[in-house]
């Protein structure tokens, strides 16, 4: 392990470096000024995605790194590291979410609004200082010092960026973190958030260790037989409804609770399928009903290209991207679907009267 936090991390405590309208300079000059032994918590979404546990134990093995010795990292209950993550470094950060005090610092990832952050929201609410790093154009802004960058193609990358102006040299451990939350969040390098920068850090992330050939057969080409035979049961139900979207065209799907008893899965597996519906190339938009651990569902929308599926789920109650956004919904599978149909294709009621400056109809707009 590497000490020597004094010597690692030069320009984080150079106030020069702070510029007041640079909040990444700003948030290495706080940390720079912390006690190593002072309490840090990190925390990120429920159910925690690529994303959200790369860039959160990403960073925490960074604070390691820089000689902080009381850093922990949690995520709201459940509170169960899905199997494709179990082979991740810095898993002992983890502590229950039940068991995280409020902090000195709190940081939180890939965390659009603070419900997502459950029962840790309280925790970080009564941390002196909490930054929030992330990448969702729906961040309506939180915490003490907010990180957020839409244009970023993922958290790992805002993680990425502290880290460097820490002067945290990537080793293989932060690396391999890193790179799942950066594969994770842009599809394998496919979709357009896929920038110079996020290549050039795949470039130094592969350099200092990450393995990405054993890190994508890990997250993308790996579930048990008994995924299979749920997906072809969520695909032989899946229903395409071509006028939807203004035309462009909508294809659904959903698994229930006992679609997963029966197949004796966990509800994780379902998280890729929403992205196989997507290459319907007769529909623009895909949404996915999917059980939530509250009795609840958790849905899933995503776009091909035309369609801001990301303030379809904002309108929702949810967040997220443009093209990739979920939002959480009570009631009956139909009703949920009538919901995201509703929100694609606003029903056309009377004429506005002039001068009115509601929505006009037509494809939804951000
Ligand atoms: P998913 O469909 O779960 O892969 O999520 C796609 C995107 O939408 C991610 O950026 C999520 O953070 C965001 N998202 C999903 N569900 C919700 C929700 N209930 N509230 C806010 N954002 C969400
Ligand atoms: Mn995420
Ligand atoms: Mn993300």
Redesign the pocket.
């Known amino acids: 392990m590497t000490t020597g936090a004094a010597a690692a991390h030069p320009r984080a405590s150079d106030p020069d470096h702070a510029g007041a309208d640079d909040p990444v300079a700003m948030a290495a000059a706080l940390i720079g000024r912390l006690d190593r032994d002072a309490a840090v918590l990190l925390a990120c979404?429920v159910?925690p995605?690529g994303?959200?546990l790369g860039s959160m134990l990403g960073f925490g093995l960074g604070l390691r790194r820089l000689g902080f010795s009381r850093v922990r990292a949690s995520f709201p209950e459940p509170f169960d590291v899905p199997e494709p993550f179990r082979f991740l470094p810095g898993l002992d950060l983890l502590v229950p979410p039940a068991d995280a005090e409020t902090p000195a610092l709190g940081l939180s990832f890939?965390?659009?609004?603070p419900?997502?952050l459950g029962e840790l929201a309280a925790p970080l609410q009564r941390a002196p200082s909490w930054l929030v790093l992330d990448h969702?154009a729906?961040n309506p802004g939180f915490g003490t010092l907010s990180l957020v960058d839409p244009t970023a193609a993922a958290t790992a990358l805002v993680a990425a960026r502290l880290l460097d102006r820490l002067g945290v040299d990537f080793d293989e451990a932060i690396a391999t973190c890193l790179y799942v939350g950066l594969t994770t969040?842009t599809g394998s390098f496919r979709f357009d958030s896929t920038t110079p920068e996020v290549h050039a850090l795949a470039a130094r992330l592969v350099g200092a260790g990450a393995p990405p050939a054993e890190i994508a057969l890990r997250l993308f080409d790996s579930r048990p037989y008994g995924a299979l035979r749920l997906l072809a049961d969520v695909l032989g139900r899946s229903e395409l409804s071509p006028a939807a979207a203004g035309g462009r065209g909508l294809v659904s799907s959903y698994a229930l609770p006992e679609d997963l008893a029966r197949h004796d899965q966990p509800a994780h597996v379902l998280?890729s399928f929403?992205d196989i519906l997507r290459t319907a190339s007769d529909a623009d938009v895909a949404c996915?009903v999917k059980p939530a651990s509250d009795g609840r569902w958790?849905?899933?929308?995503?776009s091909r290209g035309a369609t801001d599926v990301?303030s379809v789920?904002v309108a929702l109650?949810?967040?997220?991207?443009r093209l990739?956004?979920?939002?959480?919904a009570d009631g009956d599978v139909p009703g949920v679907f009538a919901a995201v149909r509703d929100r694609l294709d606003p029903p056309t009621g009377p004429t506005p009267a002039a001068g009115d400056g509601g929505p006009t109809s037509g494809p939804v707009q951000g």
């Open positions: 979404h159910n995605d994303d959200a890939d965390a659009a609004s419900t997502r969702h729906s969040d998280e929403v996915l958790s849905v899933s929308l995503r990301g789920a109650g949810g967040g997220g991207h990739a956004a979920g939002f959480t």
